[in-house]
């Protein structure tokens, strides 16, 4: 099993631009979720997913879009970057029930963002 | 809204010394609370708490849980340079929300 993964490792964009990151996981873990970290912080909730076909808003959503059209894959879009989005980002999947997940989460390497 | 808040967000110990590390919660719904190692990487999953007053242990690491005073607490003995660290509690069940760490740092 190759767990959660995340491409790219490392990306660098102008501000204005966009990209998405893309996350996987094999586990077939119907919760996931998207976490953006800043020097010195915690993480910090931006998207999650309890399901294909359902996501919602997490702590800090605004900037991002997700889509859930498989268990397996939940990208996370920036529409136009901006210095702000500057950060590392990870992918977490975990095990769920009925929509809410109260156990472990399995985290990508995660992938760092800088936005000149 | 569903809330996680750590104490103290840093703290730097000698070698050997005992650290006690908070995270208090407001939630709507209580399931679990997860505490989470993360060094240079992706955070790592230490315990799962889910019910009050039962110590869970992992060698020199311990933690409990008071759900009637809605916090946890994580306790290092005998801390070596290797517990050098954020720490990281989690809370909900639908948000899964972390607090902001705690940046331990032992000085051999």
């Known amino acids: 099993n190759a767990g959660v993964t995340q491409t790219p490792k490392f990306q660098v964009l102008k501000t204005g631009q966009s990209m998405t990151l893309q996350c996987a996981q094999d586990?077939?873990?119907?919760?996931m979720s998207w976490y953006r970290q800043d020097p010195g912080m915690g993480l910090r909730l931006i998207h999650y997913s309890v399901g294909a076909g359902i996501t919602d808003q997490g702590e800090v959503p605004n900037g991002y879009n997700v889509s859930r059209s498989t268990t397996e894959d939940f990208p996370l879009r920036l529409l136009s970057a901006a210095p702000s989005q500057t950060s590392v980002y990870f992918c977490?999947?975990?095990?769920?029930?009925?929509?809410?997940?109260?156990?472990?989460?399995?985290f990508g390497p995660g992938t760092r963002l800088t936005v000149t | 809204e569903d809330k996680v808040v750590q104490s103290p967000l840093s703290l730097v110990v000698h070698e050997g010394d005992t650290v006690t590390l908070n995270c208090s919660y407001e939630v709507t719904n209580f399931r679990s609370l997860l505490w989470y190692k993360q060094e240079k990487k992706a955070p790592t999953f230490l315990f799962m708490l889910t019910s009050s007053g039962i110590e869970k242990k992992s060698g020199r690491l311990s933690s409990i849980l008071d759900k009637k005073e809605l916090f946890s607490i994580l306790n290092i003995t005998a801390t070596q340079t290797g517990d050098s660290a954020i720490y990281l509690c989690?809370?909900?069940?639908?948000?899964?929300?972390f607090g902001q760490g705690t940046r331990l740092t032992i000085n051999p």
């Open positions: 977490a999947s975990s095990y769920s029930r009925a929509g809410r997940s109260s156990y472990e989460q399995y």
């Open positions: 989690r809370q909900g069940a639908q948000k899964l929300v």
């Open positions: 586990m077939n873990h119907e919760y």
